[in-house]
């Protein structure tokens, strides 16, 4: 295990349903991370917390909420998601600029 | 607008063969080019990095190399064996918070 974890490791969601991605860090890491990875594609970086302040949201459509209670817990809050937000949702944690630790993310199917 | 393209998509390789991928990028501005294995079922984990100020680094059976010039770093997996079977991404970042991926490379070993 990386020290990360994620859950659900799988959800299967309908457009209408809401639903939230946890994602906690043993590690002792000051920043965390959101990427939503899908297939033959790069990881794309939705969003950064750094002490607990998103320093970074990469366009992500409103649909998907984060939220940074303290350094070790992050969040993902999914609301009225599109078929084509299914992927597989990766958190990460960093100790500031140095070396990302990926949990082993959260499979999500929306029907 | 994707930073860091790799190649190639898949590749397959014999017991004890190279496995070689290649990334190549844009932003001079990128400093930090670490390289990142994944196995099903997963996150990704760093398996090296480098820093332009070298050409190489080697760590047990896999090397970076680094062309500053041509804005180019490869990854060479020596005496390739089937536990090396995963999907290998090149990354770039300048130092911050945002790593930018490459799509991936699977590598299959065949014993």
């Known amino acids: 295990e990386t020290g990360v974890t994620q859950t659900p490791r799988h959800l299967v969601m309908g457009m209408t349903n809401k639903k939230s991605l946890k994602c906690e860090q043993h590690?002792?890491?000051?920043?965390m991370y959101w990427y939503k990875q899908s297939a033959k594609k790069p990881l794309e970086l939705m969003f950064v917390y750094n002490f607990k302040e998103q320093t970074e949201n990469n366009s992500v459509p409103s649909r998907f909420s984060p939220e940074c209670p303290n350094s070790s817990h992050l969040f993902l809050h999914l609301h009225t998601l599109q078929p084509e937000d299914s992927a597989l949702y990766l958190c990460?944690?960093?100790?500031?600029?140095?070396?990302?630790?990926f949990g082993p993310g959260t499979r999500l199917t929306v029907l | 607008q994707q930073q860091v393209k790799q190649s190639p998509q898949s590749l397959i390789v014999q017991k004890g063969g190279i496995s070689i991928i290649n990334c190549a990028y844009e932003n001079t501005a990128f400093d930090y080019f670490p390289w990142y294995q994944q196995f099903p079922g997963k996150g990704p984990a760093l398996l090296i990095a480098i820093r332009p100020d070298v050409s190489e680094k080697k760590e047990g059976r896999f090397t970076i190399s680094f062309n500053k010039s041509a804005k180019q770093f490869s990854l060479h997996i020596m005496d390739s064996q089937p536990g090396d079977s995963a999907t290998y991404f090149c990354?770039?970042?300048?130092?911050?918070?945002?790593?930018?991926f490459g799509a991936g490379t699977t590598v299959t070993v065949r014993a």
């Open positions: 590690l002792g890491h000051n920043a």
């Open positions: 990460a944690s960093s100790l500031n600029v140095q070396e990302q630790f």
């Open positions: 990354a770039a970042s300048m130092d911050d918070y945002k790593l930018s």
